[in-house]
DNA sequence: TCTGGGGTCCTAGGACCC
DNA sequence: TCTGGGGTCCTAGGACCC
């Protein structure tokens, strides 16, 4: 058979109880007790030990309600710290990169690595496993565990199986694995435990009888398709040993970008929220230019305490474009604040105050897509001096003028990335100013 | 000038992920 | 008394354009 989809090799590496086990590296007291890592303002438990997962603490899970597990069994809540963990994820992302050239980093604690074409390199791929996890041990005292699998999936699945069965000792590698072990051990998996298989689908696969993986795995895709649409129909692909789902080396930047908190303390004043509105567009803005994008419009929002039936609710939310697309912090204010006055009421009590930026595009520093469109009448004078200020900035080669679809219209773009909602580029052979 | 079909672009809502 | 903070993709429908 020849190279192509079939034959891909994922491996999927994830730190077992991430924030717990950073807050252990630090703190060896730690290990052996049970811990959990609170949210902002310590609200509700982001991460859990073994210990406290035992003990039937569910994720997201209210510090205040635990008070009587806490006394019973010592329940130690730490305050989460970010900056610890991204510290953390990046020292094992350096170590990955050791292992294979091709890595996704998916998440703070999870990353996908691409071992085709590695194989001769190990005696089998779970050795390769098993020197991952012994090195990340080593070099920063967290625990991890390895899938393998020929879709990133089936790798999700394995890392899964390679948790919860200890006879795998914290690597699973389906590649390797006779088909009937697999059967066996599919059978034996709940449908919900499949990456994209959600409560909403997982409960209307059980009601269609399909209670496990290997029962989804045995349907037909086309039928999946129907039923809940291309992403399912991939899904139910990758577990059969089709990838359909490539490794994305490259970060795409964000298409928006949210800054939002709960406040430690009910708010009421329209200066209290305006403060916290302002420390959000700063974050935000931060992260916008820090991508080198320029936001077209921001939408802030405010809403009261869902929580106290007590209390009378308001939750509203108002979005303002800006004339010119813009990543400066006073204009991002400004406009912030006049949305805040805009759906402000007095007299209730507000719990979170959040802003999204949107609709982000490049700004001129070139994230290498869609810079300018028009169509080829009438505004070409100002397309061509846009692109020849491009032009001269970023010399011929990795600026294209095309044209999109069959409309007629003519955009530029730097790099090989397709603008949004174009579906077919052809290259114009020659490019002449009026 | 007429018309239909193909295409773009936007929005809201729903589902999922960590 | 106390309940997180981010993100993504897909779909359907409609306005508009040539």
Redesign the pocket.
């Known amino acids: 058979m020849s190279a192509g989809p079939a034959d891909q090799i994922f491996a999927l590496v994830?730190v077992n109880n991430?924030y717990v086990s950073c807050e252990r590296a630090f703190n060896p007291k730690l290990r052996g007790r049970p811990v959990v890592v609170l949210?902002?303002?310590d609200?509700?438990a982001?991460a859990r030990s073994n210990e406290v997962k035992a003990l039937g603490v569910k994720?997201?899970a209210?510090?205040?309600?635990m008070k009587d597990l806490v006394r019973q069994h010592g329940i130690i809540g730490l305050s989460s710290n970010y900056t610890l963990y991204g510290d953390m994820s990046n020292r094992i992302m350096t170590i990955l990169r050791t292992y294979s050239p091709n890595v996704e980093v998916?998440?703070?604690?999870?990353s996908f690595l691409n071992l085709a074409g590695m194989s001769s390199l190990w005696e089998s791929p779970s050795a390769m496993g098993q020197d991952i996890r012994a090195k990340i041990l080593q070099w920063t005292t967290l625990p991890v565990c390895v899938g393998i699998g020929s879709s990133k999936t089936l790798a999700?699945l394995a890392n899964h199986v390679g948790k919860k069965v200890p006879l795998f000792d914290g690597v699973c590698d389906f590649t390797t694995m006779s088909a009937a072990r697999e059967r066996w051990l599919l059978e034996r998996i709940a449908v919900?435990e499949?990456?994209?298989?959600?409560?909403?689908?997982?409960?209307?696969l059980e009601g269609m009888g399909i209670t496990t993986v290997q029962a989804l795995k045995d349907t037909e895709p086309r039928d999946m398709?129907a039923r809940f649409?291309?992403?399912m129909e991939r899904t139910c692909n990758e577990l059969r040993g089709l990838s359909c789902l490539a490794l994305e080396e490259i970060a795409?930047?964000?298409?928006?970008?949210?800054?939002?908190?709960?406040?430690?303390e009910?708010v009421t004043s329209v200066d209290e929220l305006a403060e916290a509105v302002t420390l959000?567009v700063a974050?935000?803005g931060e992260?916008l230019r820090g991508q080198h994008s320029v936001c077209g419009?921001i939408h802030i929002f405010i809403q009261t305490?869902p929580?106290?039936r007590q209390d009378e609710q308001y939750s509203n939310g108002v979005?303002i474009?800006f004339a010119e697309p813009t990543a400066d912090n006073r204009e991002l204010t400004g406009a912030a604040l006049r949305g805040l006055r805009r759906i402000y009421r007095p007299g209730f009590r507000y719990?979170?105050a959040?802003v999204?930026l949107m609709?982000l595009s490049p700004d001129k520093g070139g994230q290498g897509t869609l810079f300018e469109?028009g169509?080829p009448r009438g505004e070409s004078q100002k397309f061509m001096a846009v692109f020849d200020a491009l032009n001269k900035r970023y010399g011929k080669d990795t600026l294209q003028l095309a044209s999109?679809?069959?409309?007629?219209?003519w955009?530029m773009r730097a790099g090989n990335r397709t603008?949004?909602?174009?579906?077919?580029w052809q290259e114009l052979p020659t490019v002449r100013a009026k």
């Not at 209210?62 to 309600?65: D, G, I, T, V, Y």
């Not at 998916?106 to 999870?110: N, P, T, V």
């Open positions: 994830d991430m949210s902002n303002n609200g509700c982001v994720m997201g209210p510090w205040f309600e998916y998440s703070i604690d999870e999700k919900g499949v990456w994209g298989v959600g409560r909403r689908i997982g409960a209307a398709r649409g291309v992403v795409p930047p964000r298409q928006e970008i949210v800054s939002s908190r709960s406040f430690g009910l959000y974050r935000a992260k419009a305490n929580f106290r979005s474009p719990k979170k959040g999204m609709d469109s169509r999109a679809g069959t409309s007629n219209r955009a603008p949004k909602y174009t579906t077919s």
